[in-house]
């Protein structure tokens, strides 16, 4: 699994994919690096990835001067390798939302968290990251994600996600490609990894009005276009996948 198929891009400016392909799970896992005078990370990936992202973001920069850390939720891709990285970069603070922090990551993790609250600002020097909380959108109570405000990315996680050794960037549509893996996954062993429930229509929403240009995914390619209107039709594809199924088991 853990053979070396690392890729590094950049997705906009100072804005850095560290992409490794998993091909027993036909998956890439991104890991994204933002340049600046107090970089950050938004994914650790899971413990055993660890030598790989790290090697991929020397190929940027030193691992060593990051200074945070931050992720959607609580789960092996997104901060597993979150202690190794406490141990590896000393001036580095994990960033999460105040649930995150007290259900997990102020237990699991050697350094207390810094917590932000919904729409509150990180600075990292010239780039300006905001805090959505987006409770179970993609996964989980604690679910957050950050958009960065220069360069209109957001960095959001699970959403859209699909399979395939895809490319780092595309400017096609993502949303047909995040709905048939919504398809396929409701009929495979991990159906019902995304809860749906009278906030996601609004959360999504809500993030569309945010007007990204970027989209970067946890799993797939980074997406270049009009991302408000990928997320607004993410909504409607969400409701229709999974909130009618989600309405008929509640009757």
Not at 116 to 137: C, F, M, N, S, W
Request: net charge negative.
């Amino acid at each position: 699994m853990m053979k070396d198929m690392t890729r590094v891009a950049e997705i906009a400016p100072d804005h850095y994919a560290i992409s490794i392909y998993v091909p027993e799970f036909n998956l890439r896992f991104n890991h994204f690096l933002i340049k600046d005078e107090e970089p950050l990370l938004f994914h650790t990936g899971m413990k055993q990835m660890f030598p790989l992202v790290r090697d991929g973001i020397a190929r940027v920069l030193d691992p060593a001067t990051i200074r945070w850390i931050s992720f959607s939720h609580f789960e092996a891709d997104e901060c597993g390798a979150l202690n190794e990285w406490l141990a590896v970069a000393p001036r580095v603070e994990p960033v999460c939302g105040l649930v995150a922090a007290l259900v997990s990551i102020n237990d699991f993790a050697v350094r207390q968290a810094r917590v932000l609250a919904h729409d509150e600002i990180l600075k990292t020097g010239k780039y300006r990251l905001r805090y959505r909380q987006t409770p179970h959108v993609p996964h989980n109570w604690e679910a957050g994600l950050l958009f960065e405000e220069v360069t209109c990315t957001l960095l959001c996680s699970d959403l859209f996600s699909h399979e395939g050794d895809v490319e780092a960037v595309t400017e096609s549509d993502i949303v047909e490609r995040a709905k048939r893996a919504l398809i396929e996954g409701q009929n495979g062993a991990f159906a019902n990894a995304y809860p749906y429930t009278p906030l996601t229509g609004p959360i999504l929403h809500g993030l569309a009005d945010l007007r990204p240009k970027q989209l970067a995914l946890m799993h797939g390619s980074a997406f270049v276009g009009d991302a408000e209107q990928a997320l607004r039709d993410l909504a409607g594809t969400m409701r229709e996948v999974l909130g009618q199924s989600a309405e008929s088991s509640s009757q």
